[in-house]
């Protein structure tokens, strides 16, 4: 595995991943990624906003995948697509037909999560997988007990990771359900970027890369990763 870490504070931070999505699009200006929700990507997210502003143009091919949302998220106020939509998307000109959504509706959910799995691939599969890092080691919303071998599917967030969720929504919703690449999906990128910022996410970093691979840290099976680029701020990185 080639891992390449970046140590970075803000506004060098967010600059930095959206340079590596500026490489990535250089190389090839219609590359599929996939991006991820939560309070982390925020600051990359409007360094690419401020960007699209003075230049569109590396953006108008780019093509998105998602990575996780809620199960049923069509229905309620509070969905991850909506979230990218509002950070990302519309800065950056990306309409539905640029997006593969992942599908989040229960009716026939497993036939949709196959679907959403050959369809990524028949896109070519994702060229480059930006992941934020959850508070117990999860990715997407493979909470730990995910193994590598995981695909696109519903899945029961871990109490930990619903009261984190929580604290997103000002409208008192809990989400208790979700649909998530896997990890096996996730693994299948051909570049990943991990995102981390902030001193509560020191320890699971250091757990993440530097300890065992195993379903007790889901992000640990990103040392199984092809080409692995951290992009961590000072606080994020203490204990690396
Ligand atoms: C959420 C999302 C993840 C995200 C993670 C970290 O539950 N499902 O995709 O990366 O938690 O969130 P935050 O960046 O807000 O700490």
Known sequence: M????????EPRWGATAADL?????????????????????????AELAGRAAADAAPFRRLRAVMLDDYLGAT???????????????DAIGLDDSRLLRIPSEPDGIEQACSDFERALAAQGGCDLQFLGLGGNGHIGFNDPGADAATRTRV????????????????????????????????????????LVRGPAKA??????????????????????????????????????
């Open 2 to 9: 080639a891992v390449n870490i970046h140590i970075v504070e």
């Open 21 to 45: 999505l500026a490489g990535c699009l250089k190389a090839k200006p219609d590359a599929l990624v996939s991006f991820p929700t939560g309070h982390t990507p925020l600051p990359f997210y």
């Open 155 to 194: 899945v029961e967030l871990a109490p930990e990771t619903a009261r984190a969720n929580a604290e997103y929504w000002t409208n008192g919703y809990v989400p208790t359900r979700a649909v998530t690449q896997g990890i096996g999906t996730i693994l299948a990128a051909k570049r990943i970027c991990l």
């Open 75 to 89: 229905a309620l106020p509070s969905n991850f697509y909506r979230w990218l939509r509002r950070e990302l998307f």
């Open 203 to 240: 320890d699971m970093l250091r757990r993440a890369l530097h300890g065992p691979i195993g379903a007790e840290v889901p992000a640990s099976f990103l040392q199984q990763a092809p080409e692995l680029t951290v992009i961590a701020d000072l606080a994020a990185a203490a204990r690396l």
